[in-house]
C-alpha cells in the first residue's frame, strides 16, 4: 500500500498556504515592478560584496526547505541589486538588450505552463510556429521558411554550419561518417564574432576550416578578398561550402556587403548564411533598408531577440529558407519518440527535428508578448532612436578636443578614445581600459572595451530602449571626468 497521506508529498501548497504563496508572488511582481521603474535610482552596475559572494561559495545544498517569502527575500538582498546591469539606461557595454515588463510577465506565465517544446501536437509549439513564421517575413525570408528558436545567436550560427555543411555535396554522410576526410572550409571576415569560429571547432570542421577575410575601410567585408580567396582554396584541393556574411558586427556595427555576398556564394554554389545577432533587428527600420539588402537573400539567418528587441534572455532564432534542407541536418526516428497521425504524439515535424535540443522551453512566448503588445511599428522607432542617440555620441565624442572617434556609426555601436600626444600608445590603451573600469565602477554608466586596428578602444553600444542622449551624455562626461582624475593624480 502506498501512504499518500502526508501532505509534503506533492510540492504545491496545500489549503490556506494557496493564500499565502499568492501573497508572497503578489510580492515579488511588486519589487520587480518597483525595481523596474526606480531603475534610475540605482547604480548601473556595483560589485557583489565579499561577504554575499562568499556566502554563495561556501552555502551547502539545503536538506529542509523554506518559505518561498523568505527565498524571495535572499533574492532582494544578495541578487537583485548585483546584477548586470543590462536593464539599466547607463549600460552600453557589450551588447545586451534592456528586457521589458511585458517580457518579464510573459516568462512567468511561460513558466506557469510549463510546456516543452520538443515537440508533439500542442498550442505552443504553435505559438512557436507563429513566431519563427513572422521573424522569418520580418527578414525578408519566405513565410515557408523553417526555424526555432534557441538560447542564442552563438546556437543559431552553430545551427546554421551544422545545416549549411549537411546541405554540401555528400554531406548527409557526414551525419553517418563524421567530418574526418572532408576538407570542408567556411569564410567569414575578421570582424565576424567568436562563436562563428567556435561552431566550426563544435561541428568538428577545426576553427581554422574557417577563414578570416580582410576587411576594407569601412570594416566590412572585402569581397574581392573572399572570392580570391575561394578560388585559391578550390585549387589546393579544399571544399568551400558556406560564406558567413555580418549584418552588424559585434565590434563597430559594421555591415558586410550582404547583397554582393549572396551574388559571389550562388556563383559558387556555396551555402550564404548571415549572423544578424543584433543587427538584423535594423530590418525593423525602414532606414536600414538599403544597408541589409541581401539579407532577404540568405540560405540562413542567427539573430537574437535577447538583444535589440529587447525580449529577455534568452531568445535567439535560427532561420532556414528550405525546410527540407533544416530537417535533414537534424531528424531522427527513434521509438521513444515516434510520430503519430493523431494525438499527443503527432504535429511533425517537431522542433527536436530542426536542432539539437529534445527537451526545450516556451522562449516564443516572451517573444509573442514583445511582438505583440509593442508592435514592430514601436520596435522599428526604438531601433532608430538606438542609432540616433550613438550619432548623438558620435557628434559629442568629435566636439571633445581630448577624444576621437575610431569607427564610423552605422548601427548603434561608438567606437571612440580618450587621445592624447604626450602618451605612447601602450599609455594610451593603459589609459582608456583603467577609465572604463573607473567608469564601471562608479556606477554612473558602463561602456565596454574592444580593440580595433590593434588600439584598444571604448566601445559604447546602445542597445537597451531606456537610454538617451543625456544618458549618453553623462557617460562622456564621467569618462573625461576620470580621465583628467589620472592625468593629475
Ligand atoms: C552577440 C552576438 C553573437 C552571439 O550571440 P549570443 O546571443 O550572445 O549567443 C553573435 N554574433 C554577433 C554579431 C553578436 O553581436
Known amino acids: 500500500m502506498v501512504d499518500d497521506t502526508d501532505p509534503f508529498l506533492s510540492l504545491d501548497p496545500q489549503g490556506a498556504d494557496w493564500d499565502r504563496l499568492r501573497v508572497t508572488g503578489h510580492h515579488m511582481l511588486d519589487m520587480m515592478f518597483d525595481n523596474l521603474r526606480d531603475i534610475r535610482e540605482h547604480p548601473v552596475w556595483q560589485p557583489l560584496p565579499d561577504d554575499m559572494r562568499s556566502g554563495f561559495r561556501h552555502a551547502s545544498v539545503p536538506e529542509h526547505g523554506v518559505d518561498a517569502a523568505t527565498f524571495g527575500e535572499a533574492f532582494r538582498e544578495t541578487v537583485l541589486p548585483y546584477s548586470v546591469g543590462n536593464r539599466h539606461p547607463g549600460f552600453m557595454g557589450w551588447v545586451h538588450g534592456g528586457g521589458t515588463p511585458v517580457g518579464m510577465l510573459a516568462e512567468m506565465l511561460a513558466a506557469g505552463l510549463n510546456a516543452n517544446l520538443g515537440g508533439r501536437d500542442h498550442a505552443p509549439v504553435e505559438v512557436e510556429r507563429m513566431v519563427v513564421r513572422w521573424a522569418a517575413t520580418l527578414m525578408g525570408f519566405p513565410e515557408t521558411a523553417s526555424g526555432l528558436f534557441v538560447t542564442?545567436?552563438?546556437?543559431?550560427?552553430?545551427?546554421?554550419?551544422i545545416v549549411a555543411s549537411r546541405a554540401a555535396k555528400d554531406g548527409l554522410s557526414l551525419r553517418k561518417n563524421g567530418v574526418g576526410g572532408r576538407s570542408l572550409v567556411g569564410y567569414a571576415a575578421r570582424s565576424a564574432h567568436g562563436c562563428v569560429s567556435r561552431a566550426f571547432?563544435?561541428?568538428?570542421?577545426?576553427?581554422?576550416?574557417?577563414?578570416?577575410?580582410?576587411?576594407?575601410?569601412t570594416f566590412r567585408m572585402d569581397t574581392a578578398a573572399l572570392k580570391a580567396m575561394i578560388a585559391a582554396d578550390r585549387e589546393s584541393g579544399l571544399e568551400p561550402f558556406l560564406v558567413v556574411g555580418t549584418a552588424g558586427t559585434v565590434d563597430v556595427g559594421a555591415i558586410d556587403p550582404l547583397d554582393t555576398i549572396a551574388g559571389i556564394a550562388a556563383e559558387e554554389g556555396v551555402w550564404f548564411h548571415?549572423?544578424?545577432?543584433?543587427?538584423?533587428m535594423a530590418a525593423l527600420s525602414p532606414r536600414f533598408k538599403e544597408a541589409l539588402s541581401?539579407?532577404?537573400?540568405?540560405?540562413s539567418l542567427a539573430f537574437d531577440f535577447h538583444k535589440w528587441a529587447q525580449v529577455p534572455y534568452d531568445a535567439g532564432c535560427a532561420i532556414v529558407r528550405d525546410p527540407a534542407k533544416h530537417a535533414a541536418a537534424f531528424a531522427q526516428t527513434l521509438s521513444y519518440l515516434s510520430r503519430e497521425d493523431r494525438g499527443l504524439a503527432a504535429g511533425a515535424p517537431w522542433f527536436c527535428d530542426?536542432?539539437?535540443?529534445?527537451?526545450?522551453?516556451?522562449r516564443a512566448l516572451k517573444v509573442w508578448a514583445t511582438l505583440s503588445v509593442y508592435g514592430t511599428h514601436r520596435l522599428g522607432k526604438m531601433v532608430d532612436h538606438c542609432c540616433a542617440v550613438a550619432r548623438h555620441l558620435a557628434e559629442r565624442v568629435a566636439s571633445e578636443p581630448t577624444l576621437e572617434l575610431m569607427a564610423p556609426v552605422t548601427l548603434d555601436i561608438v567606437c571612440f578614445r580618450l587621445r592624447d600626444p604626450a602618451l605612447t600608445e601602450e599609455q594610451l590603451d593603459h589609459l582608456n581600459g583603467e577609465v572604463v573600469k573607473d567608469v564601471q565602477e562608479s556606477g554612473l554608466a558602463a561602456p565596454s572595451t574592444t580593440r580595433i586596428d590593434g588600439h584598444l578602444v571604448i566601445r559604447a553600444a546602445i542597445v537597451n530602449?531606456?537610454?538617451?542622449a543625456a544618458d549618453v551624455d553623462r557617460m562622456v562626461d564621467a569618462v573625461l571626468s576620470f580621465a583628467a582624475k589620472r592625468r593629475s593624480g
Open 152 to 161: 542564442g545567436s552563438s546556437m543559431a550560427n552553430f545551427i546554421a554550419v
Open 294 to 299: 541581401g539579407l532577404e537573400k540568405a540560405d
Open 274 to 280: 548571415v549572423d544578424g545577432a543584433f543587427g538584423a
Open 201 to 217: 571547432d563544435l561541428a568538428g570542421l577545426g576553427s581554422d576550416a574557417l577563414r578570416l577575410v580582410p576587411l576594407d575601410k
Open 465 to 468: 530602449h531606456r537610454t538617451m
Open 354 to 362: 530542426l536542432g539539437p535540443d529534445l527537451s526545450r522551453g516556451f
